[in-house]
């Protein structure tokens, strides 16, 4: 499993490739329909992710508990893509911004949706915008 420390915490990650985004996307369904059986309890953030060239063919998993993220993993199969994509750093800041808006929501733990339909810009701060 990969790691990378960021707010003095080590998380985990995973981002794996797929030929094309409907594969990716096919997948990404299928995993986060698994997670919500497990009420959250996998403790992973799931994104699909692209670039405009290559169109949402990633599928990346952040986490800052290995044992979830390693079943995710298992699940998620697809082309291992090993080293640090570019914006790995700002994903994790999305996750534990995520936790933290939940946590002062006061809401429930489980497996929460956040769909950005038309695709939404993730800056180096962990913010996720529609633009």
Known sequence: MNTIRVLEMDWYWFTRRFPTATMANRVFEDVARYAKRNEG???TGLYRH???EEGMVYISGVSHQPEGIE??????GGEDVPS???HLEALVLRRARVISELLEAG????SYRFPHHEGAN???DGELKDD
């Open 84 to 86: 640090p994509f570019e």
């Open 41 to 43: 309890k996998l403790d």
């Open 122 to 124: 993730l800056y180096a």
């Open 107 to 110: 809401a429930s733990g489980g």
């Open 50 to 52: 692209g670039t405009h």
């Open 71 to 76: 079943k995710i993993a298992r699940r998620v």
